[in-house]
């Protein structure tokens, strides 16, 4: 046996048989501490399931330096990893369009399967969102877009009783001055009423009502101007609100800002 033979048994141990068997029995019997020697009789020993492999097993663990080589030399076969194998199908398919980016293709036919997303068009409410309608509408420097939809808009139902109420209203504030001359004679009652002592409790509460009917004229005819809006009857709307102005000096700028807000919108809706 030459050095040849054993670095070609190491390579390959599955050459090991009966003959190479008796001659690396007679290297370990003379080499006891050639660790090669003694692993390759161990694995010929197991390869050709001698009797005397375990016996010979218990020797080598004195002699052998890493018994993970021997592990591994003995076992190793049961542990060793599959390389993996490219699928036919996928080979086949790289084969035939080769030029083809798969991730590309995967990513198309996800965007494929996904159902578009349609943009909703978020109108501003005109009623409430006034100040901010302006706002876009000075950024933008255009008319209205949506005022041909506007145009025909329906009439709520109650739209003859609304004109109505306003129609006696302003009629009422007609005879406001009639019962302005009337002062005098009531200034004369006044002061009979200051001898007997009872001005005082009436004052209160007529002045308590006055400011709560005020009050609740105010939001209710404001509650009008914005359904007149909805109803795209501007002009109605801004002759409630310049009523309103007059009548609540203290809220003239909030007013102001809804009157330059519905003449703007009258202006856009003849213009179309």
């Known amino acids: 046996m030459t050095s040849a033979h054993l670095q070609q048994w190491i390579q390959h141990p599955e ?11 007679t290297l370990v019997t003379r080499y006891p501490y050639f660790q090669s020697v003694r692993l390759l009789y161990l694995k010929n020993l197991y390869l050709m399931h001698d009797i005397s492999f375990g016996t010979e097993l218990r020797k080598a663990v004195l002699y052998v330096a890493d018994r993970r080589v021997l592990f591994y030399l003995i076992e190793g076969d049961r542990y060793a990893l599959k390389s993996q194998k490219p699928s036919l199908s996928s080979s086949k398919v790289m084969e035939d369009e080769p030029s083809v980016d798969r991730t590309l293709s995967l990513i198309d036919a996800f965007l494929a399967t996904v159902p578009e ?43 003859e009783l609304i004109d109505g109420f306003l129609q006696k209203r302003d009629s ?26 009872e001005k005082g409790e009436e004052e209160e509460k007529t002045s308590g009502t006055a400011s709560n009917e005020e009050l609740d004229d105010s939001c209710f005819t404001e509650t009008l101007a914005k359904i007149y809006i909805k109803q795209h009857r501007y002009d109605k709307a801004l002759e409630i609100i310049k009523k309103l102005s007059l009548n609540y000096p203290k809220k003239n700028a909030y007013f102001a800002d809804q009157i330059r807000f519905l003449e703007k919108l009258i202006i856009n809706a003849k213009s179309k």
């Open 15 to 25: 050459m090991l048989d009966r003959e190479t068997l008796y001659e690396l029995r």
């Open 117 to 159: 997303e349609h943009s909703q068009n978020m109108e501003l409410d005109y009623a409430m969102d006034y100040t901010a309608y302006l706002m876009q509408e000075e950024a933008a420097g255009q008319p209205d877009v949506h005022a041909d939809d506007r145009a025909e808009a329906p009439k709520l139902r109650g739209h």
């Open 172 to 197: 009422a504030d007609m005879r406001l001055p009639e019962v302005a001359e009337g002062e005098p004679a009531r200034e004369s009652e006044d002061m009979l009423e200051e001898e007997t002592g």
